[in-house]
């Protein structure tokens, strides 16, 4: 499927009048990245625990081995992650053969003028190129299939399938996400979803441990409920610098701790110690007995 994502935005940036270079570059890009998804898968599977790695190397196999390394996680409680992922490789095998039909269909019909372009202008003057079937291709009846491919299966057919395997894919790599980037997991499928770059994102996680998504959240309710804890004795402790009631504390911490005055201690500033009511009777600093003689 990335292959004619690839392909088709070659198309828009490659200048060239072959049809075959937009092809050659969007295979070259596809190759690159299912080489990056295949080595990762190979070595997640391989720290897991997972048998027959040898799929992440097989196309369309690896859509459903995506599934396989997920499965500690399920999009739905009842559901294994491994159905979804095969149906999903299910419907890309048939999205691969209908393009490719389709390819062959519309080359044969442009090589024969069979396709009609017609301009097309809307309400706000936009302009765009609409595609007709030709009412001559009936003088061509080896090309009825080429019309009927044209008419049906790349108009309704194929986008229901495309509309399909999109779900599936969402199911999938939702699960494979959440047990190896538990925390980013729902920007991962979208990313993967709208670009194909799901192969460069699974070969960045090779190295993450897969764990369950309940756990994971668990966890982290756990560790917010801590930051909360903290924040809250941040907070009492700023109202509070003592952290304790004020009225619980010892009157006499700090130079009358034991409770009794040091005002006779040599070691005291006299500055500090409190004034003595008989200071008048001889000095108190010199301890003199005003009845020693």
Known sequence: MDFFEYASVAQIFVNSDTWYVPL???????LTVFVFQAVGLFIIAGREGYKNRWMAFVPFLNTYYIGVCGQKNRTFKSVDTKIFALIAAILEVLLVVGYVLNYVARFLLISYNLIEYVDSTNGYGLKWVTETLSSSIHEYPELLWAGWCFEYLDKFILSFMEL???VMQVFTLSAFFQTFAARRYMLFTI???LFPVQGILIFILRNNRGMGYREFVRRE???QYRMYQQYRRQQDFDQNPYNQNPYSRNPYEGEY???VSN???GNSNPKDSPDDPFSEFGNSNNCNDPFEN
Do not use: K, P
């Open 221 to 223: 309710q756990e560790r």
């Open 24 to 30: 050659i570059v969007g295979g070259l890009c596809f």
């Open 191 to 193: 990313t993967s979803i």
């Open 257 to 259: 701790a034991d409770g």
């Open 263 to 265: 005002a006779g201690d």
């Open 164 to 166: 399909a395997f999109l």
